[in-house]
């Protein structure tokens, strides 16, 4: 993820040079940019859910007893693991039509990498690809609602065995509860 922050960074520092100082653009970093801001978040996401730092309000968990918080985590892993399944596959059938009978479909302004020429024959009816198909880049949808949907399953497993008390960082929370106690 660092490395698709830095790619974001530099072509963006790229771009604002170009157009700044040498009166140019470069066409296609705007949208190269939100594309890699997509996988940037949506992978993200799973990390979150794999280092257990995602955060959110826990205050009423806490006047819980220690059997009500434990359904409740497996009741919030649940509609996590529901929401994950849903979108994975609302993701997929979105993507999946470009990779079939919408593959000529291409983006706005990235041009083709020469790299990915082996995809024309394959995917294009031996058609040269301008820019680059669509499927590239939206394939962050199903592959990161995928892996949310097995960080979700992982993280319900987890609860379960009690390796884990929840699915948000809660260290906010008891600090400031400990704070206030001892005042």
Partial sequence: MAFLLFVMTALTFANVIARYVFNSNILWALEATVFLFAWLVLFGACYGFKKNIHIG?????????????????????????????????????????????????????????????????LLNEDEVYEKMPRFIPYAALPLSMTLLFYRSLHAMWEIINKKRQGLIASYEAESAIKEFGTK
């Avoid at 009423?60 to 996590?80: D, E, N």
Wanted: glycine residues 2%; aromatic residues 22%.
């Fill in 57 to 121: 309000v826990d205050i009423l968990l806490q006047y819980l007893s220690p059997q009500w918080r434990y359904i409740m985590a497996i009741f919030a892993a649940t509609v996590c693991l529901i929401f994950a399944a849903i979108f994975a596959f609302g993701s997929w059938s979105y993507w999946y039509p470009f990779v079939t009978e919408r593959a000529w479909l291409e983006v706005n302004d990235i041009p083709m990498p020469d790299i990915l020429r082996f995809l024309e024959p």
